[in-house]
C-alpha cells in the first residue's frame, strides 16, 4: 500500500512563492493520475492539481497560471510549484491519487499565506 507524506509548507507573505513535495513510500508510476488537494478551515477538500503519469496536467481555475504540478516517477515524487499567494491559498495541502484513495491520505503541510 502506498503512503505519501507531504512537505515543504509554511508561512508566507502574500506574492511569496512555496514549493511543495510529496514523497511516495512506493511506486506511484502504476497510479495513472496524482493530485494535490487543499483544505481551507471551515471548507470541503478539493483537487486544485491534477497530473496523469504522461505528464498532462488540470488545474483548478483558482489556482490556473500560479501553481504547477510535476511528477518524478523514478523518484515517486509529485510536486506542487506555487507562486504569486494570495491569502485564499491558505490550507493544509495533501496529495493522493486522482480520484482519491481515501487510504492514501496524508498528514498533509499548512500553507499559510499571510502578511
Known amino acids: 500500500q502506498v503512503q505519501f507524506v507531504e512537505s515543504g509548507g509554511g508561512l508566507v507573505q502574500p506574492g511569496g512563492s512555496l514549493r511543495l513535495s510529496c514523497a511516495a513510500s512506493g511506486s506511484i508510476f502504476s497510479i495513472y493520475a496524482m493530485g494535490w488537494y487543499r483544505q481551507a478551515p471551515g471548507k470541503q477538500r478539493e483537487l486544485v492539481a491534477r497530473i496523469t503519469r504522461g505528464g498532462s496536467t488540470n488545474y483548478a481555475d483558482s489556482v490556473k497560471g500560479r501553481f504547477t504540478i510535476s511528477r518524478d516517477n523514478a523518484k515517486n515524487t509529485v510536486y506542487l510549484q506555487m507562486n504569486s499567494l494570495k491569502p485564499d491559498d491558505t490550507a493544509v495541502y495533501y496529495c493522493?491519487?486522482?480520484?482519491?484513495?481515501?487510504?492514501?491520505w496524508g498528514q498533509g503541510t499548512q500553507v499559510t499565506v499571510s502578511s
Open positions: 493522493n491519487s486522482a480520484p482519491s484513495v481515501a487510504d492514501y
